[in-house]
């Protein structure tokens, strides 16, 4: 697998958990693969919902605290946390982030969600401020 860009590697999972929540890590070190990886991670520790709803929140805080409220994406969050969680429940066997991240290199892919949405309904003000279902494709 090539090498994905992830600014947090020097994290444990829970010292990347409490870094992020608390917004005390830098804007700058988190890439999407660190999106990817906090999705696994809370995953790991609660059902679907649960780790929705928390990541929800947290990247809401994170881009607040950082001035870039404006980026948040409430239909890619979701999307990706769907994706993401699909894995998991395809490979219980991958018990550390490495392991699952080379078996789903798709997942480190920022234009995968292209698969399922167009570029206009995705760039949409309602798929930005709400739930917004794929017009391309169905998401696990």
Known sequence: MEAIR???EGLDDDGLVEQFESCRLPA??????DHIRLAWILLG???????????????RRFAAHNGISEKYHHTITLAWMRLVAAAR???PEAQDFESF????????DVKALTRFYSAEQLSSSGARAGWIEPNLGELP
Request: hydrophobic letters at 45%; charged letters at 25%.
């Open 89 to 91: 429940r395809a490979t």
């Open 6 to 8: 992830l600014g947090t």
């Open 28 to 33: 700058s070190r988190f890439h999407h693969a």
């Open 45 to 59: 520790k609660m059902s679907e919902q649960e780790a929705t709803d928390r990541i929800v929140a947290a990247i």
């Open 101 to 108: 991240a080379a078996q789903h290199a798709e997942l480190f």
